[in-house]
Structures are given as structure tokens and as C-alpha cells.
């Protein structure tokens, strides 16, 4: 008897539909998964076998091929453990097939017939509302994830029994409904940092509120302790909340890496990401033998801060250039090509020489001029141009220090820089850019 049930893979960032189809007949006892399973979906054969046997069902000594369509595609991870199930249940007249082909089945098996999360639930379930699926049969642990999308029934499931129980019609599963304006807000109390702790460096602050408003790059220089890192980290206290929409773009490349449990996704603050200088270009930008999202694509939305710029490779540096252009990054591999989204903000900082101190009047500098012109060197003439705004950040005097009187707070600056961004999506609504950061020439001269 053939069952077909539906799931789902990924593709960079995005949700690919794929057709498990269980074919069952007499012969000796064999299990084979075809259609480019790789190791981690080949494995998946012991834990469906085991799983159906201690949920209390028979696993049926015959003849079973488990075709993964469309072919030519990989397929990898443990998220076809539940779809094999339930495709084997039905071939073998366990389960009713009569509403298995209105829902998107994914989920990884315990061996005792528990359900286990799984990576990507967001792009799945987007895939399954693109596609007209009626919802989604899922693990609990990726309900609230799933839950964004509106539009399709999602289902949480904790145990093959369950959802055999379901198909079977001897009990109902709870939908979950998220209501997306209960979601967490944009609330002052979830920082622990504000601008007001920075003592001085209005220039800096001023500086880096007009890069907040117009989403533009910024490069701090000055030495070491004037506070570029303190005021880095402080940004996104000052940025608008994530949209809804916007919220779902991050949380999509989240969710591929598995990274939905950070609390600053699941809410609307903005993606603050902030590298070693020792990762690699792939690491920036993403790569692999299968694509994956770098650090640039996990500050879609949000903040990329490079500190000590010039300690980066230069090799990695210079990959930053054709995505501050174009907010995109492209990867090709021999079977495939991948877009991620790559608007990103980026705020980098460094020191005016190799040991620091160039300038600087509380500290004597020991570098020769060479040393001063190699290590500016570093950092090419073609990535400066794409930074908007460079500034020097000096050192904060003692007294300036010690003063009590607080700096203003982040939330009176970040009330000017929601006004300063509403005029500019007036302004530029019809041309389809939302910043003064994504203007190019022609709009510049109307």
C-alpha cells in the first residue's frame, strides 16, 4: 500500500516542500529511504522502527521504501523522523489517510515515541501557508515559533500516540494562537544599558544618534578606554522596534540556525551582533558545503559591530563591501544558489595606531610612521567609502567623569529617532526605500 505525507526541508533560509512517500508490499524485510537522504536522515531508520514499536503499534516486517521528493534535492536533518512515521501507519492501514494530505508533518522521534524539536519550524511554517496547507503538525517545543505565521492551524504535538489518536479521530488537538500584539514590546526596563551611563562624548553620542535615524555605517576612532565600545553596545537602546514584519525576517534566520530561544528575538529589540576578530569570511557572511547564515545575515534588521577593525583579516573585511551595497549576500555552490537578507547596520571602532595613544594627550604614542600607515592600511579605500559617517571619539577628561549629572537617557533619544525615521518613510515611501542610508545618487539630487 503507498501513503504520502508531506513535509518540509530548507534552502537557505527559506522552506522547500518535500513529498514522503511510504510504499509498503510483501518481500523479504527491508527498510530503504531513497531521494538523497544524507546520514543524519539515513539514521532516521532505527529511530522510526524503535519509536513505533514502544508507542504500542507494530511495525510491519515487509518490504517499506521511503521516497523523499523531489529527488534531486538533499535532504538532511532529523525533521523527516515523524512524516516516515506517520507515512508508515498509514501504508499499513493504522492510520486513516483521509486528512494526513491537508497538513505539514515535521518533527524529530525519541525512541520512546516522544517528539523532539527541531530546527527551522518558522520557515516551514511559511512554506505551508505559501502552499495552501490547511496547518501544521509540529513538536510543542516549535509551537510558539510556528505560532507567528497567521493563517494556518498549528498543531503542537508531544508523542507519535497523539497524533496517531488525531488522524484516528479519538481525540482533538489544541491550535495555538498567538496574538501578535501581546508579544513583547519595546519596554525600557528590558535594558540593562542606557546612554545616559556614558559620561561625555556628545560628539559621539549626537553622531551616532544621526546613524540611528538614516540606518547608516559608522566608524569610531579614538583610544583605548575613550568609551567606542561602551557607546556601541548602548545603540540599540535607541533604535526603533522591530515591526512585525521585520520581526519575522529575523526570526526566519534565527530559526534556521536554531537560535529562536534568544529572548531578543522573540521580542521586537533589534539584533545586536558583535563578532571576534578572529572569525573567518564564511562566518561573516555564511557558507558551508550548505549554505548557512553568517554574523552579517544574524544583524539583518539590526547592528554589526566590529571592534578593533583593523585586527579582522583583510580577506574578511573586504567580503563586507557587496553586502553594505546591496543588503543582500549571494552564495553559490555547484547545486544550488543562496540569497540572505543582509540590511544590517554597521558600527565599527578602532584605535589611530597600532599602539593607541596617537593624539592622544594622556598617553605618549611609540609607533613609527610606517607602523601608523601600515596599520591604516588595513582597511581598504573601497570599504571607507561605504561607511557614512567616521568619527573620532578622544578620551573623556576625569572631571568631565566624575560629574553626577546624568547624560540624556535613551529614551528621549530614541523618541527623535522614530520621529526622524517616520519623515523619511513619508518621504520615500513611493520609491521603496526606508532610510536615507538606501538612497543612491538620483534620489539624493531630487
Known amino acids: 500500500m503507498l501513503a504520502k505525507v508531506n513535509s518540509c526541508s530548507v534552502v537557505g533560509i527559506d522552506g522547500f516542500i518535500i513529498d514522503v512517500e511510504v510504499d509498503i508490499s510483501y518481500g523479504l524485510p527491508v527498510f530503504n529511504i531513497v531521494g538523497l537522504p544524507e546520514v543524519s536522515v539515513k539514521e532516521s531508520k532505527d529511530r522510526v522502527k524503535i519509536a513505533i514499536k ?45 486528512k494526513i ?110 546613524s540611528a535615524a538614516g540606518f547608516h555605517s559608522v566608524l569610531m576612532t579614538g583610544p583605548p578606554g575613550s568609551g567606542k565600545s561602551m557607546l556601541a553596545k548602548r545603540l540599540p537602546t535607541i533604535l526603533p522596534e522591530l515591526t ?51 554574523e552579517i545575515s544574524l ?21 563586507l563591501r557587496q553586502p553594505l551595497e546591496d543588503g543582500k549576500i549571494y552564495i553559490a555552490r555547484a547545486s544550488m544558489k543562496t540569497v540572505f537578507p543582509a540590511q544590517f547596520m554597521l558600527v565599527a571602532a578602532m584605535n589611530p595606531c597600532s ?31 561605504r561607511i557614512d559617517i567616521q568619527i573620532e571619539v578622544p578620551r573623556v577628561e576625569y572631571k568631565d567623569l566624575a560629574l553626577k549629572k546624568r547624560g540624556e537617557v535613551s529614551l528621549q533619544i530614541r523618541k527623535r529617532v522614530k520621529k526622524a525615521r517616520k519623515i523619511q518613510e513619508k518621504r520615500l515611501k513611493e520609491k521603496d526605500i526606508f532610510n536615507n542610508a538606501g538612497m543612491h545618487s538620483r534620489q539624493l539630487k531630487e
Open 54 to 98: 514502544n508507542s504500542g503499534y507494530t511495525f510491519p516486517m515487509e518490504r517499506i521504501v521511503v521516497n523523499l521528493a523531489p529527488a534531486d534535492v538533499k535532504k538532511e536533518g532529523t525533521g523527516f523522523d515523524l512524516p516516515v512515521a506517520i507515512g508508515i501507519l498509514a501504508a499499513s492501514g493504522v492510520i486513516p489517510t483521509d
Open 101 to 210: 494530505n491537508t497538513y505539514l508533518i515535521f518533527g524529530e522521534l525519541s525512541l520512546d515515541g516522544k517528539i523532539k524539536p527541531v530546527r527551522a519550524a518558522l520557515p516551514y511554517a511559511l512554506a505551508a501557508k505559501e502552499k495552501g496547507y490547511k496547518g501544521i503538525i509540529l513538536p510543542f517545543e516549535n509551537a510558539d515559533e510556528a505560532a507567528m505565521v497567521e493563517g494556518i492551524d498549528v498543531l503542537p504535538v508531544k508523542s507519535l500516540s497523539q497524533i496517531v489518536d488525531f488522524f484516528s479521530g479519538f481525540v482533538e488537538i489544541k491550535k495555538v494562537q498567538k496574538d501578535q500584539k501581546s508579544r513583547t514590546r519595546f519596554k525600557d526596563k528590558i535594558y540593562e544599558m542606557d546612554f545616559s551611563e556614558v559620561g561625555g562624548q556628545h560628539h559621539a553620542k549626537r553622531a551616532l544618534e544621526i
Open 244 to 294: 512585525f514584519e521585520e520581526t519575522i525576517e529575523v526570526m526566519r534566520i534565527y530559526s534556521v540556525l536554531g537560535l529562536t530561544e534568544d529572548k531578543m528575538v522573540n521580542s521586537s529589540i533589534r539584533p545586536f551582533r558583535s563578532p571576534h576578530h578572529t572569525i573567518s569570511a564564511a562566518g561573516l557572511v555564511g557558507g558551508g558545503s550548505k549554505p548557512a547564515p553568517g
Open 299 to 319: 544583524a539583518h534588521n539590526g547592528v554589526l559591530f566590529l571592534d578593533e577593525l583593523p585586527e579582522f583579516k583583510k580577506n574578511v573585511l573586504e567580503v
Open 355 to 385: 599602539c593607541g595613544y596617537l593624539s592622544d594627550p594622556m598617553g605618549k604614542c611609540s609607533c613609527t610612521h610606517n607602523q601608523i600607515q601600515k596599520y591604516r592600511s588595513k582597511i581598504s579605500g573601497p570599504l571607507l567609502d
